[in-house]
């Protein structure tokens, strides 16, 4: 019997930036189905495996953004666009040479949502569906307080430092995945960002995606009033709890979702999930539902 590899390891050109490439994990390549995934802000495409693993008949996209897990920073600040077009260059790659139905579910976690959604408004006939999971509310992040100006630029120095990164990895990655779970974090993905965040590279790209978190949802907000979401599946996966230990209930999230939901059009299905930030970790088999679901909607 032919054996088929399990996954691909890819590097993709960052298009308009050149030398910078970005590192491409394929699992399941000769699934029928595709989904690209679009990690949150600063997390290395490890997180994603949980639930990948339960998509067995999924082609599962992922990519490490520029300076992010092992791809190659940035060399010089990312837009929107940037990012966006980014999705569309991975993509491309992806689904080159490939038969049958060539259009994606599209997959954003968090920050990472809101490039999910420009993908699916600049490219519709690219997407067969959108899960965003515990995706930031670009309304929300556009007027609120956000790491800018010289605050900025002083966390910029400071994980510019040397041994800063080497230093506080550990604490760091612990900090980031038990800060975003209801409940203990599989081992690899504490072993990913750990191990992520011991690069100077990843502690200056998770910086500089803060500080353009309001210029990101901005963007996607000008973007919306022009471009319609295509009339495809949406799936809006919520999480509804704060992080361990206490893990109380996200009232004012859950609020703001009930908007967005509604903002997303007719198409979207909100799925609340006892689950924390990382949703992807508490609770996978719940992400895995969404995409399968996106996947058999979108026909």
């Known amino acids: 019997m032919e054996q088929h ?114 993908l699916a408004r600049t490219h519709p006939a690219d997407v067969r569906g959108l899960v965003l999971v515990d995706a930031s509310d670009p309304g929300h992040e556009a007027r609120r307080h956000q790491l800018e100006g010289r605050p900025a630029a002083l966390a910029r120095r400071v994980a510019d430092l040397p041994g800063v990164a080497r230093g506080t990895r550990h604490l760091t990655g612990r900090l980031l995945v038990t800060g975003g779970t209801a409940a203990a974090a599989p081992r690899g993905a504490r072993r990913a960002v750990t191990r992520a965040y011991g690069r100077p590279a990843q502690l200056r790209a998770a910086v500089d995606e803060l500080a353009a978190v309001r210029a990101d949802a901005l963007a996607l907000e000008a973007l919306a009033a022009g471009h319609p979401l295509p009339a495809v599946p949406v799936r809006l996966v919520v999480a509804t709890r704060g992080a361990w230990p206490l893990a109380v209930r996200r009232t004012g999230w859950l609020r703001r979702m009930d908007r967005r939901a509604a903002q997303l059009g007719p198409t979207a299905v909100r799925i609340d999930v006892e689950a924390a930030h990382l949703v992807m970790l508490d609770a996978p088999e719940a992400v895995a539902r969404a995409v399968e679901d996106a996947i058999s909607s979108g026909g």
């Open 5 to 118: 590899p399990a996954s691909e390891q890819l590097l993709v050109d960052v298009p308009g930036h050149p030398g910078a490439v970005v590192r491409v994990e394929v699992l399941n390549p000769r699934a029928p189905a595709t989904a690209l995934f679009a990690s949150g802000l600063g997390l290395p495409l490890e997180l994603w495996h949980p639930v990948a693993a339960l998509l067995p008949d999924v082609r599962c996209v992922l990519l490490d953004r520029p300076g992010t897990g092992g791809s190659t920073p940035w060399p010089a600040p990312a837009t929107f666009a940037d990012q966006v077009g980014l999705l569309a260059a991975v993509l491309d790659v992806a689904r080159a040479g490939r038969r049958g139905d060539p259009r994606v579910v599209v997959v954003g976690h968090s920050h990472g949502g809101l490039f999910a959604e420009g």
